[in-house]
Structures are given as structure tokens and as C-alpha cells.
């Protein structure tokens, strides 16, 4: 597929030479096997969240007279929650846009609880476009001239999503992955406010930073370094075994 390059100057529209065909490989992204979601039973390892059902517990240990180590665990069964992708598009991000954009409509489209949105200095819910069929997708966001390029404000994005629509996308269930090199005009101190509350009320918050497959890259940016502070993971996600591999970890495999 050809590159998805945008300007690095905004206002510019996307390439007219993008490809409206997904990579090959990307027809392999498909959701796990049942034979990969195994149920937790009492109290066994591996699988989703569990924990001690205490009503349960306190009933038994009431019938008995006195309390034990006979425990009553609740069942869950591990599967993906919901799926937040927040796309760093501006400036110095356009080489890459190409690369995650194919990725991320396959993702959400084999894990229907998936939210992407689009930022620089301003956000941009990119979800419905990612319901169209691949080339309509394209052919509408190659329209949209005010997404692509520009500076980048990361925390004061961040912020304003989550105490917007944010709010009612994450929870102890939710996967948010950020995709950004980091390079921000914005304040770090909001930046680490934002990370701060989005890591405590997810299950995990993953940074997708392409410069780390760079030779002799270290994370020197002021907002890379706050993030280091929350991230359960930060990955280049700059080949296809990068993806691959975080494809696995969201609930998908390729």
C-alpha cells in the first residue's frame, strides 16, 4: 500500500497517490480463539480479572459456624473491553499516518468496541469513518484538509477528552493506547495530570511512539518522560511484528 502522507504544514489534504487496498497481512487480523479466552475458575491463574465473591463467602462461612479457607471466587472470562486509540496526526507524525491508519481500521473493525480519534491541537472522532468500507474511508478523510499536520498539544488534548466523551469510554475494562513521538507545545504538568487520572481508571494504557525503532532513540522529550511515569507499555509499533504482537495483546491475533 502506498504511503497515507499528509502535510507538515496544515490545511494540505492527504495524498492523492493513497492506495484504497489494505496490506495483505492485514486480512489476518482476526479475534483471538476461544481457546485463547480461558474462564478463571476458583481462584486459578491465568485468564480475566478475579476476585473473592464475599457474600458468597460470608453465607458459606455462616452455614459452617466459622470461617475457613473455603473461598467462592467469582467467574470472569477474560475478553477484550473497550478500545480507545488516540492518534497524535500532526506535523511531525505525517510519515507515519500511512503505517497506523490501514492497522486501525482493521482493529476496529474485528473489535467493534473501538473508539479512534485523531488529534494535534485539536481532537477529531475518527470512529465513524472507520464503520465505512475501506476506500470510502479513505476517499473521506483524504478530504478532511484541517486534521492533518500542525502543531501538537497533547496534554490539553487528553484533558479535554477525558472530561468530555472520554468519561464515558474508559473504565476497569478499557485499553487506551496513545500513538504520538511525543513532540508537544503543550504544558507537561497538564500532560501528567491527564495520564495520571486515564491510567487510574483504565486497565491499561499503552504509548505506541514510532521513533523508538530509530538507532540510539532514548525517550528525551518532557512529554515522553512523563509518560514513561504511566504507561504499562511503550512500544515502536513501527513494523509489522510490532503489530503483530500488539494486535495479540489487544485481544486480536495476525
Known amino acids: 500500500m502506498g504511503r497515507l502522507k499528509a502535510s507538515w504544514a496544515e490545511g494540505h489534504v492527504l495524498s492523492e497517490r493513497v492506495s484504497e487496498e489494505l496490506p495483505d497481512w492485514l486480512y489476518g ?47 470472569k472470562p477474560y475478553g477484550p473491553g473497550r478500545l480507545v486509540f488516540l492518534w ?51 476517499r473521506m478523510l483524504s478530504g478532511q484538509s484541517n486534521l492533518w499536520g500542525g502543531g501538537t498539544a497533547i496534554g490539553q488534548v487528553l484533558f479535554g477528552w477525558h472530561n468530555g466523551v472520554g468519561r464515558s469510554l474508559i473504565g476497569s475494562g478499557s485499553t487506551v493506547v496513545v500513538i504520538s513521538d511525543g513532540w508537544d507545545v503543550g504544558e507537561p504538568e497538564q500532560l501528567e495530570r491527564s495520564l495520571h487520572v486515564i491510567a487510574q481508571r483504565a486497565k491499561e494504557l499503552i504509548w505506541i511512539n514510532p521513533l523508538m525503532a530509530t538507532h540510539d532513540f532514548e525517550p528525551r522529550t518532557r512529554a515522553l518522560k512523563v509518560a514513561l511515569q504511566y504507561v504499562a507499555e511503550m512500544t515502536s509499533g513501527a513494523t509489522t511484528t510490532d503489530l503483530r504482537r500488539l494486535c495479540w495483546r489487544l485481544g486480536l491475533t495476525a
Open 29 to 75: 487480523v482476526v479475534p483471538r480463539s476461544a481457546a485463547h479466552d480461558r474462564v478463571v475458575r476458583h481462584g486459578a491463574g491465568g485468564g480475566g480479572p478475579v476476585g473473592v465473591n464475599w457474600a458468597r463467602t460470608l453465607t458459606r462461612w455462616r452455614r459452617r459456624g466459622h470461617a475457613d479457607g473455603s473461598l467462592i471466587w467469582r467467574q
Open 88 to 138: 497524535d496526526v500532526s506535523g511531525s507524525m505525517s510519515d507515519y499516518v500511512g503505517w497506523f491508519f490501514p492497522w486501525l481500521y482493521r482493529v476496529r473493525e474485528e473489535r467493534p468496541l473501538t473508539h479512534v480519534f485523531a488529534f494535534g491541537t485539536t481532537l477529531t472522532d475518527l470512529t465513524p469513518y472507520m464503520t465505512l468500507d475501506y476506500p470510502d474511508a479513505v
